[in-house]
């Protein structure tokens, strides 16, 4: 399903995303997945997990293409002109049945980047589901006037104060088919210290 800027598919669908330029703009495309910029060859390039990377003569036109999608293939994909300074993307979510989160694994340790805010990376695999939020075992209200945020795309935005401090543990759940799957990331240090 694709709407607007965004698209849902299954696990095992295909994923092909095409970029081309228009006739007046003679300058080369890129692509980047999650930030990360692609490097296309003219030659399609495939790999063993059913990737192919493909570019026309001086990149006028560049497709990305995946055969069979897994959860981790989620993630925004983006056409940009440098020269012009253009670029279109689109986030896609992968569902799987096997885990409603997108993210690393559970239990990770990491530093608070900035003193301003926390970024709680909870990001699911449907934009459908129903993310709670957890400082510790007391469940957190999501809501921007109490200074939290969430994004289906990028997970949960803190800008309380009150939940800036190290050490602490946020935990994210999502309730599926009266199954629960759970994420925790621990907060241990500010970097800056």
């Known amino acids: 399903m694709i ?3 965004t698209a849902v598919i299954n696990e095992g669908d295909h994923l092909m995303c095409r970029c081309s330029d228009d006739e ?6 890129s692509m980047k997945m999650d930030y990360v910029v692609v490097n296309f060859a003219l030659e399609p390039t495939r790999l063993d997990d059913g990737l192919i990377y493909e570019a026309s003569s001086h990149n006028r036109a560049i497709t990305f293409e995946k055969k069979k999608v897994i959860y981790g293939d989620a993630g925004l994909y983006t056409c940009t002109n440098e020269k012009y300074n253009d670029e279109a993307s689109i986030y896609v979510w992968v569902k799987t ?3 409603a989160f997108v993210t ?3 239990n990770e340790t990491m530093g608070i980047a900035y003193r301003s805010h926390i970024k709680v990376p909870c ?3 449907s934009p459908c589901f129903d993310v709670k ?9 999501v809501d921007e006037t ?3 945020s969430f994004d289906a795309r990028e997970g949960f935005t803190i800008t309380n104060p009150s939940y ?8 994210c759940k999502i309730i599926v088919n009266e199954r629960t799957d759970s994420w925790t990331l621990k907060y241990t240090k500010f970097n800056d210290e």
Do not use: C, M, W
């Open 3 to 5: 709407s607007g800027d």
């Open 24 to 29: 007046y703009h003679l300058s080369p495309l």
């Open 97 to 99: 049945k096997i885990r």
């Open 104 to 106: 690393r694994k559970s």
């Open 123 to 125: 990001v699911p695999t």
């Open 133 to 141: 939020l957890f400082q510790g075992s007391q469940e957190v209200a």
């Open 146 to 148: 109490n200074g939290i």
């Open 164 to 171: 800036i401090h190290v050490p602490t543990e946020f935990s």
